[in-house]
């Protein structure tokens, strides 16, 4: 699929981008090159692959989940204006 000069142009106006008249047939040449790239990637046949969040065949390391401060939450609260069962209330904003 080859884009249009007319096309790129309507690109390049919405996303801010100014593009000489001597850049023009350069960019679109390049862009068309990548759509058509595009296209012959959508032919290749994936329904033996299965999808993936990572190239690499591997778990996350991860650390432990354990504490190291004590809770302190009644310390802080002192301070608070509202206290409820352990949540700060918040006068309503919304209605």
Do not use: C, W
């Amino acid at each position: 699929m080859s884009l249009t000069k007319q096309e790129v142009e309507s690109v390049a106006r919405l996303a801010r981008l100014e593009i000489t008249e001597g850049e023009i047939g350069r960019v679109v040449e390049k862009l068309s090159s990548i759509i058509d790239f595009v296209d012959q990637l959508q032919t290749a046949n994936t329904d033996d692959v299965m999808p993936m969040a990572h190239p690499l065949d591997m778990g996350q390391r991860l650390r432990t989940d354990e504490i190291f401060e004590a809770d302190q939450r009644n310390r802080y609260q002192v301070n608070a204006p509202e206290v409820e069962a352990g949540l700060y209330l918040v006068p309503k904003v919304i209605e």
